[in-house]
T-cell receptor
Framework: GQQLNQSPQSMFIQEGEDVSMNCTSS?????WLWYKQDPGEGPVLLIA?????ELTSNGRLTAQFGITRKDSFLNISASIPSDVGIYFC??????????????FGKGTHLIIQP | DGGITQSPKYLFRKEGQNVTLSCEQN?????MYWYRQDPGQGLRLIYY???????QKGDIAEGYSVSREKKESFPLTVTSAQKNPTAFYLC????????????FGPGTRLTVT
């Protein structure tokens, strides 16, 4: 099965810096989702995007659904230590009976140096 | 509290044994999903069910089986036919006909030796 191309693979930043990561796909998705996962835990949903071109914010997080429906980016402003973790993008397609399973990127590992 | 529970958190089995992982949700969600995560990788879809008594194969269904006898429960059996069963297994659910946002359980780490 397809996996999304997510970059960068890892980021080492200073506390207070802004962060940007993105996902691209060769095919179209109906919905883009961004998750954060802490070690040994399940992913937690951060932001969901439903329309091409949509820009959505959740606190210090901002995400956009690309116009072509084949890409999305996530920005985190003024990073803090609790932002450390692995961020995943996920694309979703709808079928006649409902939602198919998610297609995931391989994740961006965010490491913050105090 | 509403949510998704997976048990146990850690599971150890000998090679050649079948093992069943539990997933229960009290969110009244219609659809449930099983994913597998390997170190340094994203999640890959094993099986999903959009309604009771019906389920579909995902990208990596070989060596796994599921059942959906109740809306709240979607157990996954890892059979002896699965060549590399050691992994972190995650269950998710979503409400159909709506936003389709998937919410995840805490996961079960299965180690087969």
């Amino acid at each position: 099965g397809q996996q999304l191309n997510q970059s960068p693979q890892s980021m080492f930043i200073q506390e207070g810096e802004d962060v940007s990561m993105n996902c691209t796909s060769s095919s179209i998705f109906n919905t883009w989702l961004w998750y954060k996962q802490d070690p040994g835990e399940g992913p937690v949903l951060l932001i969901a995007l439903y329309k091409a071109g949509e820009l959505t914010s959740n606190g210090r997080l901002t995400a956009q659904f690309g116009i072509t429906r084949k890409d999305s980016f996530l920005n985190i402003s003024a990073s803090i230590p609790s932002d450390v973790g692995i961020y995943f993008c996920a694309g979703l397609r709808y079928s006649g009976g409902g939602a198919d399973g998610l297609t995931f990127g391989k994740g961006t590992h965010l490491i913050i140096q105090p | 509290d509403g949510g998704i529970t997976q048990s146990p958190k850690y599971l150890f089995r000998k090679e050649g044994q079948n093992v069943t992982l539990s997933c229960e949700q009290n969110l009244n969600h219609d659809a449930m999903y099983w994913y597998r995560q390997d170190p340094g990788q994203g999640l890959r879809l094993i099986y999903y069910s959009q309604i009771v008594n019906d389920f579909q194969k995902g990208d990596i269904a070989e060596g796994y089986s599921v059942s959906r006898e109740k809306k709240e429960s979607f157990p996954l059996t890892v059979t002896s036919a699965q060549k590399n069963p050691t992994a972190f297994y995650l269950c998710a659910s979503t409400q159909t006909g709506g936003a389709y946002e998937q919410y995840f359980g805490p996961g079960t780490r299965l180690t087969v030796t």
